[in-house]
């Protein structure tokens, strides 16, 4: 069976790809953490000591990594992906990065004769986990088609976006509307707090009425109100806070590029930064509750 190499298997990478397993697939791994490389080595990937040997003979390379600096180092170090796997290798990147950086593997990869689509997901770990996340793909309809074999065994919808760096562009403004989103719906049930509602019976409220959003509905940021939801687990997993400053920044250097005016996001990515540099980069995004929160109420 041919083999796809998955690398970067955090909080996102690593359900993904056992997902992949899952499907029946044949599936070696790598990253710089050994103990998630045993999660999934115990549940039937190989594995490899090194990037070049992981890829060595795929047949097509995921990466799930933080940003675009990784994906850079990833894809096109003298001992990248790029010059390590065979033509023909088909390369889905599904990391949230600036389009820039995908436009830039996707050229290098064509050069060499290999298929690149930047393929970022939403959804959160709990549609990584349950094989549910939209993938938004930039690439030619051809590798869209190549890759929507692959993805289909993680996701759900699967959209073409256009062509390389679209996925990565459609990416951005839905992360700078979640991040408008979570921000608000931190702002409105802390409001109903300090004027003595109960955050369950307001989220219920507004569940039923025009605030509703994917936030309220699905990642709750009050303690106790959901109970899966990261708020509820002392915001651990799920996806930090520094992830979503970082896609918060990417949005504003892309309406600094296209003269866009994005005065929401532009607060939105403040409130985010802020909360990172107050030491909560590596909680949950939906832990900017605590940001509003009176000391007393905490
Ligand atoms: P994470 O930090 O949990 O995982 C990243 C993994 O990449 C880590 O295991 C790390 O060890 C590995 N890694 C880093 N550099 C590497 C390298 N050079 N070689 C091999 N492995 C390397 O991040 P995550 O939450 O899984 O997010 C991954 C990407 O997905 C980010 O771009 C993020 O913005 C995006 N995303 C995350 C979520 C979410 O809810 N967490 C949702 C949608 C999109």
């Known amino acids: 069976m041919s083999k796809i190499t998955f690398i970067g298997l955090g909080n996102m990478g690593a359900p993904m790809a056992k997902n992949l397993l899952s499907a029946g697939l044949s599936v070696e791994v790598f990253d710089l953490n050994p103990n998630a490389v045993a999660e999934l080595t115990a549940l039937g990937a190989t594995s490899a000591d090194?990037?070049?040997q992981a890829v060595s003979g795929a047949s097509?390379?995921?990466?799930?990594?933080?940003?675009g600096t990784h994906v850079q180092s990833v894809y096109?170090?003298?001992?990248?992906v790029l010059n390590s796997v065979n033509p023909?290798?088909?390369l889905i990147d599904s990391s949230t990065i600036?389009?820039?950086t995908a436009r830039?593997?996707?050229a290098q990869a064509s050069a060499k004769g290999l298929s690149f689509?930047?393929?970022p997901v939403s959804g959160g770990v709990a549609g990584a986990a349950a094989g549910t996340l939209t993938f938004i793909v930039g690439g030619s309809e051809e590798s869209f088609a190549e890759a929507k074999n692959i993805l289909q065994h993680m996701g759900k919808n699967i959209f073409h976006a256009g062509e390389a760096g679209a996925g990565q562009v459609a990416k951005i403004c839905n992360n700078m509307m979640l991040g408008i989103l979570m921000s608000g719906t931190c702002e409105a049930l802390n409001l109903g707090i300090d004027n003595g509602l109960d955050p369950k019976v307001l989220s219920d409220i507004m569940l039923q009425s025009s605030g509703r959003n994917w936030a309220l509905e699905l990642y709750n940021p009050?303690?106790?109100v959901m109970e899966n939801a990261p708020a509820s687990k002392d915001y651990q997993g799920g996806f930090m806070s520094q992830l979503m400053a970082k896609d918060l920044g990417l949005a504003m250097e892309a309406a600094v590029a296209s003269q866009s005016s994005t005065p929401m996001g532009s607060v939105a990515r403040n409130l985010f930064n802020l909360h990172t540099a107050h030491g909560n980069g590596e909680k949950d995004f939906s832990s900017l509750f605590e940001f509003y929160q009176k000391q007393s109420n905490r």
């Open 50 to 52: 090194s990037l070049t």
């Open 60 to 67: 097509v390379v995921v990466t799930m990594l933080p940003a």
């Open 76 to 80: 096109l170090a003298e001992d990248g």
């Open 88 to 90: 023909g290798t088909l």
């Open 98 to 100: 600036d389009p820039g």
């Open 104 to 106: 830039q593997v996707a």
């Open 117 to 119: 689509v930047d393929a």
């Open 222 to 224: 009050c303690p106790g």
